[in-house]
């Protein structure tokens, strides 16, 4: 079965720095997406791994380890319009197979 | 840039009608999805569609669902009798054939309401 983890609810501050990590267990694999989520609205894509260590984005960096199932996104200086939902997405397999996601986790930016 | 395009926005149905959602994909995409999200839950997968025809689907996906792509550009899902259960919202997805990380543009998405 497929079956990907995060937490549901994370909490930060303006200016800081937050983890949101995702653990999977999945038949294959071929890429780990993150995608931005604002309420009501539709995903938006971050960042895409499919081999091991850190891809940097700007504010944003994506970690994968395939050994251990994880991956984390890292989102650096805070700001309030962070605040949103942040989805990890798991392609089991290569050609046209869809994306598995994870429940999302909600982050909430406060002052 | 080029987004992918859906209509409408918003659809209120009457329980065991047939509705039709529209998408108009990236115009060089090749490949198609439609995903679903019930209010607080987890976006699912829905069907996949290549070459004119369905390349993957989902449970959820059974008599009830079809999908069609009429012409070059647009993109649609029938719902052939919905049932309540059916209010979500449904996100069209595209992804161009070839690029390296093979990343999925979803649209806007269409808040389905039965009733």
């Known amino acids: 079965g497929q079956n990907i983890d995060q937490p549901t609810e994370m909490t930060a501050t303006e200016g800081a720095i937050v983890q949101i990590n995702c653990t999977y267990q999945t038949s294959g694999f071929n890429g780990l997406f993150w995608y931005q989520q604002h309420a009501g609205e539709a995903p938006t894509f971050l960042s895409y791994?499919?081999?091991?260590g850190l891809e940097e984005k700007g504010r944003f960096s994506s970690f994968l380890s395939r050994s251990k199932g994880y991956s984390y996104l890292l989102l650096k200086e805070l700001q309030m319009k962070d605040s949103a939902s942040y989805l990890c997405a798991v392609r089991d397999a290569s050609g046209n197979t869809p994306l598995v996601f994870g429940k999302g986790t909600r982050l909430s930016v406060i002052a | 840039e080029p987004e992918v395009t859906q209509t409408p926005s918003h659809q209120v149905t009457q329980m065991g009608q047939e509705v039709i959602l529209r998408c108009v994909p990236i115009?060089?995409?090749?490949?198609f999805y439609w995903y679903r999200q019930i209010l607080g839950q987890k976006v699912e997968f829905l069907v996949s569609?290549?070459?004119?025809?369905?390349?993957?689907k989902s449970e959820i996906f059974d008599d009830q669902f079809s999908v069609e792509r009429p012409d070059g550009s647009n993109f649609t899902l029938k719902i052939r009798s919905t049932k309540l259960e059916d209010s979500a919202m449904y996100f069209c997805?595209?992804?161009?054939?070839?690029?390296?990380?093979?990343?999925?543009?979803f649209g806007p998405g269409t808040r389905l309401t039965v009733l």
């Open positions: 115009s060089n995409h090749l490949y």
């Open positions: 791994n499919v081999l091991d």
């Open positions: 997805a595209s992804r161009e054939q070839g690029r390296s990380y093979n990343e999925q543009f």
């Open positions: 569609f290549y070459n004119n025809e369905i390349s993957e």
